[in-house]
């Protein structure tokens, strides 16, 4: 087999066979075949794209350059969520205690937050004492014990997906519809739980912008998932404004047990609820989604949500003190409103511009390796479809010494103010199973 007929096979839009797939993957990650050669498959399979069995074998052939997490020991349903990346998103710290007081075990491996978007481990360390590096026994564990554990990686899992993301991030070929749903499921194939449940998020502040192509997404992951034994489902969701009103670390963790005391903003509340609801169906605790929506909202004013979150806090030797006194979380030191110039309908709000404005406030990494400051961030006072009088706060900037002026500016630019009432668009927007 030779590379470059492999790459005219693709330029020439024609199917990549299992072994082709096999033989670049090996190649790569072994380092026999160079970059030069694997850029222009890329290129030419984000031009031509992949088909479904392509799909699928690509994302076999990841899954397999490393190693997988193996939860048979574990006594009970293995479930898994993803999102695919949002501004706001504290989702799994809501959801996760949740469907673990439903009884599910969630073995759950987050990452950090990169550019405009935040990672589930970096709000999980602004919590004292928090600790996401757990060995492997411990992490299962725990799964078994408590019901719930969020780590980092351990394992050495897609190692050909993270040599081939690396390329794809300087080719210019991240975008591509079946490079990211196999890049994305092979990753959560190799995590080890039975069902898997995707956020897909559609908007400004997402990598889909439409739904359209957000559900073209769906449909690859959800049915690389069920080809390879895995049940999934994927629910498209709302990303045309930052999710929930805190954006930055404590400040999102503070929001997400709000929203398990019963407090939580609206919208981010029936997103949780909605993501509970259809695990609890996948795995049959419930039948119908009213008796899952029912359940779920149950283990919410009971407590026993919350106290799943408890209960992990205090496993990864976090200080669970913070669930009742917020002041033991990281605070920036100032609090500004940015106020509005006009008064009006606010029609629309960048996801992406708050995201930045926060990584301005240093809430985020430009850099892989930046360092981040867990207290800062941005409050959401006003929300699309919100009336503002000029001179009401449109956002708070909670900041150190760092972005304020930077931030301020990103903010006004993220905001449109219109005359006209706005229709508020649903946060679910569609559901792929
Ligand atoms: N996230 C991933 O893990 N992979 C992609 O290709 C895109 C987003």
Known sequence: MRVVDIITKKRDNLPLSREEIHFIIDGYVKGEIPDYQVSALLMAICFNGLNNEEQINLTMEMLESGESI??????GICVDKHSTGGVGDKTTLVFAPIVAACGLKVAKM???GL??????LDKLESIPGFNISVSSEAFLKQVSDVGIAVIGQTANITPADKKLYALRDVTGTVDSIGLIA??????KLASGASRILLDVKVGEGAFMKTLKEARKLAHSMVNIGNSLGRNTVAVLTNMNEPLGKMVGNSLEVIEAIETLKGNGPKAFTKLCYELAAQMLLMTNICKTRDDAIKLVKQKISSGEALNKLREMINAQGGNAKVIEDYSLLPMAKHKEAIVSRTSGYV?????????????MLGSGRENKNDVIDLGVGVEINKAVGDYVNKGEPLVTLYYNNKG???AE???YEAYKIETEAVKKDDIILDIVR
Request: zero cysteines; a positive charge.
């Open 409 to 411: 500016a990103l903010v």
């Open 115 to 120: 550019g405009h978007t935040g990672g589930t």
């Open 404 to 406: 304020r002026a930077a």
């Open 347 to 359: 029609s629309d709000i960048n996801a992406e511009k708050i995201g930045l404005a926060g990584m």
């Open 182 to 187: 196999s890049s994305i499921m092979s990753k």
């Open 110 to 112: 987050s990452g950090r």
């Open 70 to 75: 193996g939860l048979s020991s574990i006594n």
